[in-house]
């Protein structure tokens, strides 16, 4: 797989005040979706993140490695809701996949997401098929690998529709880890809020 540079410090910066944006547009969204099958904070924890994360974006863009470890420790001072330590999670895995590289092309992209996601599955127990943020993940990096067309524009709208397919994919599955899994059979036909978190982010890229 040999392609262009996609993500470097100053296209990251970019778009994490775009995802911060996204965040915050959809917290009343992400609140009532959580409120069906969980505590109904998801929301207003993502939005605390991106309030602290926002903070971090005032300084120039520096390295793609301090960036990430930056959004780590913002999302991990947010909130102690487990979605908050996950995404935490995430940004710091991301930071230790990407090391001291100075940018990533999609080969890049897909070890960073592929790390990532078996990160989550360490931490929070579960696996591809609980109808969780996993499987959107999964998806996306599914796509990027797959990818026939490795122009930036072709891979941006493979990426969005990567998490919209996964979304309808688990629509009307269950929810089987989490809170959630307690209402199994009421998530039925419902979005898993940490699918459209994802969703929304990507929207936002």
């Known amino acids: 797989m040999h392609d262009q540079t ?4 100053t296209v990251l910066h970019s778009a994490l005040a775009r995802c911060c944006d996204a965040l915050e547009a959809a917290a009343p969204e992400l609140n009532a979706l959580d409120g069906c099958l969980g505590d109904g904070d998801l929301g207003a924890t993502l939005s605390k993140c991106a309030a602290n994360i926002r903070e971090l974006l005032v300084a ?6 301090d960036l990430l470890k930056g959004c780590a420790q913002a999302c991990a001072r947010a909130s102690g809701s487990s979605f908050g330590t996950l995404l935490a999670l995430a940004f710091l895995t991301a930071a230790k996949s990407i ?3 100075a940018a990533l092309d999609r080969a890049g992209l897909v ?4 790390g990532v996601e078996a990160a989550l599955s360490q931490r929070g127990g579960a696996v591809q098929g609980d109808k969780t943020m996993l499987d959107s993940l999964a998806a996306i990096a599914s796509a990027l690998r797959h990818a026939r067309d490795g122009a930036p524009s072709a891979l941006k709208t493979m990426v969005r ?10 629509r009307n599955r269950p929810n089987r880890i989490g809170r959630a899994r307690m209402f199994a059979q009421r998530s039925i036909g419902l979005d898993d809020p940490g699918m459209v978190a994802v969703q929304r982010m990507v929207q936002a890229l």
């Open 6 to 9: 996609l993500v470097d410090a």
């Open 60 to 65: 120039a863009p520096t390295t793609l490695d």
């Open 99 to 101: 090391g001291e590289r």
């Open 111 to 114: 070890e960073l997401l592929d």
């Open 161 to 170: 529709a990567a998490a919209q397919e996964a979304l309808d994919a688990f």
